[in-house]
């Protein structure tokens, strides 16, 4: 075999190495390449989601709370003064799902590019606190995966949204797998409930896994006590 030869078949055969360690680590955890990008994102919405938290509830949204009566009527109020704050692509809350190992930053909307930053809210639901169906939507295999695990969600598992202005504890009654164009999981309902929504399964868009998740519990911020959680 001359040099040349000997040098084309030695990077070959690192590069089908190089893809096999990317297919492994896939299968085994999540993709890396994506996941790289997607941490600096989340970093990204982790600063946003700070700076949200040391501006809101203002003195001006205390006071429109202050003789309020209910964490369920103050949420609302709160969380509809929240609403023009809203930026698409930007950080709203946090997540947290001990099920699924989830504990991380949502953002505003579900297309390509916010997703690739976190799990990301449908724009055209309502906020946590204003009633009906609030809906996620994220990866399980790219961007840092942060749904990779929603199969594991069970009846009676907790899901937590931290929002600036509460924080909102929901309890899993249901999962389903549906078709991808089956928008009615995230129609609105009687009751204020949470619904998560991920690819199925791993490694293909064929379809829908859904998290039917209704609302427990509601703890108000109060800048009263020393610090943010809880104040009802």
């Given at each position: 075999?001359?040099?040349?030869?000997?040098?084309?078949?030695?990077?070959?055969?690192?590069?089908?190495?190089?893809?096999?360690?990317d297919?492994?680590?896939?299968?085994?955890?999540?993709?890396?390449?994506?996941s790289?990008?997607?941490?600096?994102?989340?970093?990204?919405?982790?600063?946003?989601?700070?700076?949200?938290?040391?501006?809101?509830?203002?003195?001006?949204?205390?006071?429109?709370?202050?003789?309020?009566?209910?964490?369920?009527?103050?949420?609302?109020?709160?969380?509809?003064?929240?609403?023009?704050?809203?930026?698409?692509?930007?950080?709203?809350?946090?997540?947290?799902?001990?099920?699924?190992?989830?504990?991380?930053?949502?953002?505003?909307?579900?297309?390509?590019?916010?997703?690739?930053k976190?799990?990301?809210?449908?724009?055209?639901?309502?906020?946590?606190?204003?009633?009906?169906?609030?809906?996620?939507?994220?990866?399980?295999?790219?961007y840092?995966?942060?749904?990779?695990?929603?199969?594991?969600?069970?009846?009676?598992?907790?899901?937590?949204l931290?929002?600036?202005y509460a924080t909102?504890?929901?309890?899993?009654?249901?999962?389903?797998?549906?078709?991808?164009?089956?928008?009615?999981?995230?129609?609105?309902?009687?009751?204020?409930?949470?619904?998560?929504?991920?690819?199925?399964?791993?490694?293909?868009?064929?379809?829908?896994?859904?998290?039917?998740?209704?609302?427990?519990?509601?703890?108000?911020?109060?800048?009263?006590r020393?610090?943010r959680w809880?104040?009802?």
């Amino acid at each position: 075999m001359t040099r040349g030869l000997r040098i084309l078949s030695t990077a070959l055969i690192t590069a089908g190495l190089v893809v096999l360690a990317d297919v492994g680590l896939t299968l085994l955890w999540q993709e890396p390449v994506s996941s790289v990008y997607a941490s600096i994102r989340q970093n990204e919405a982790e600063d946003e989601l700070d700076e949200l938290r040391s501006s809101y509830p203002s003195p001006a949204e205390l006071e429109a709370i202050a003789t309020v009566e209910g964490s369920a009527a103050k949420a609302r109020i709160l969380a509809r003064r929240f609403e023009p704050r809203v930026r698409a692509r930007e950080a709203i809350g946090r997540i947290v799902a001990p099920r699924m190992d989830l504990n991380a930053v949502v953002v505003e909307g579900t297309d390509t590019a916010t997703l690739q930053k976190g799990p990301g809210h449908y724009p055209e639901t309502p906020l946590p606190g204003e009633g009906g169906t609030t809906a996620i939507a994220g990866h399980r295999t790219t961007y840092l995966a942060p749904f990779r695990h929603i199969d594991r969600m069970e009846k009676g598992d907790e899901v937590t949204l931290e929002m600036p202005y509460a924080t909102f504890a929901y309890r899993v009654e249901r999962t389903d797998i549906v078709d991808p164009g089956e928008v009615d999981v995230i129609r609105k309902v009687d009751h204020e409930r949470l619904v998560l929504t991920a690819c199925h399964p791993l490694y293909s868009a064929a379809e829908r896994y859904i998290v039917f998740a209704r609302l427990e519990r509601i703890l108000i911020f109060d800048a009263s006590r020393g610090g943010r959680w809880p104040g009802n």
